[in-house]
């Protein structure tokens, strides 16, 4: 096992894959092994040889999968996805994480494309052959309880499209077991830093000229991006960087009179109504660059003022997508069915959730059904 590695005992494994049948039965089998798995040693203990893929055409070569918004997928077998994987488990620089193994062999309907991301403190970039699946995200486990929810990237060459059928051999239930456990125990550390999709993003991404429109011409292609947002994305781009050359802050980013923000304890929990402050009794909980102990309040927020919404979750604990590092939170929430629409990040595709202070929200009666 890789020495990063952060090992999964059989409980673990049980509680990970727990909700699903096949993955449940993929367990105990797992669970009879008196040793951990690692790619390098699955691919080690194949014998026989497993049968050899086999070669594409030159058509084929040139002919991306481009899985599009609303198609069915199926994500492959642990077998067929550990034999794209290199050494550190990852396929283009991006991960394949333990959390995502109880989702072999199910079928998703793809959300995005994943061909442009904005990164932290890099901006927008670019990446191959990638996708998002329906609500498919992240749920932590296998790095110490994360509650960020990032949606899950995953790599074309991970999924299929239900529609077709599969002309190679199955692999037998050992290969399939050992393919499982070498999922389960991929490394979620490197030293000191959490290693996860989010924290590998830089570097498993390109640049992207800022005046590159075609990937954005391929949302409006593809259906994910409608003519009238594509050019207020656009309108509102320009806007910013000419406020920006005469030193003005971007439009709709709130900033506050103080130098030190404020902290207010509601004592959220789940299934609460809450209303969102106006601008102005936000701003007073704000410091001169529009953060509150750290956590920015964005602009696109901003149009969610004054309407009632339900709490969804607490946040309290998070892995920092540059350092790497677990952050621990207080009084912060997430709301239901508020997510980032890419409006401020040129589109991107993460649709993460937003963080919401405490400071930000009242108590709402709960609505009428």
Known sequence: ?????????????????????????MANAAAKLEEQFSIPRF??????????????????????????????????????????????????????????????????????????????GHGLRRMNSAVFLEEIRCDGSAHDGCQRRCLIFWKEAWLKPVEVVNSLLMADK??????????????TREES????????????????????????????????????????????AILNLLRKLLGLKELGRLTGPKSKSSKRDLGLQPGEWVRVKSHEEIKQTLDSVGRNRGLFFEPEMSEYSGKSFQVDFLIRKMIHEETGEMLHLSNTVVLKGLTCQGLCAKSCPRSNYWFWREDWLDRAPTPFT
């Open 174 to 187: 050992q290969s399939e077991r050992a393919a499982t456990g070498a999922l389960v125990n991929l490394p």
């Open 1 to 25: 096992m890789p020495p990063n590695s952060a090992p999964f005992g059989n409980e673990a494994l049980e509680v990970l894959i727990a909700k699903d049948e096949r993955a449940q039965m």
């Open 193 to 236: 830093r959490y290693l996860c999709q989010s924290t590998v993003l830089a570097t498993a991404t390109a640049d992207l000229p800022r005046w590159n429109l075609l990937p954005f011409v391929s949302q409006v292609r593809d259906g994910e991006l409608t003519v009238t947002r594509f050019l207020l994305i656009i309108a509102l």
């Open 43 to 120: 691919r080690e203990s194949c014998r026989p040889p497993m049968p050899a893929l086999p070669q594409p055409t030159a058509a084929q070569k040139n002919e991306r999968a481009l899985f599009t918004r609303g198609q069915l997928v199926e994500v492959k077998s642990a077998h067929e996805i550990a034999e794209t994987l290199d050494i550190d488990g990852k396929l283009d620089g991006v991960p394949f994480m333990p959390e995502m193994a109880i989702h072999c062999g199910r079928s998703f309907r793809v959300f995005r494309r994943a061909d442009i991301t904005c990164v932290e």
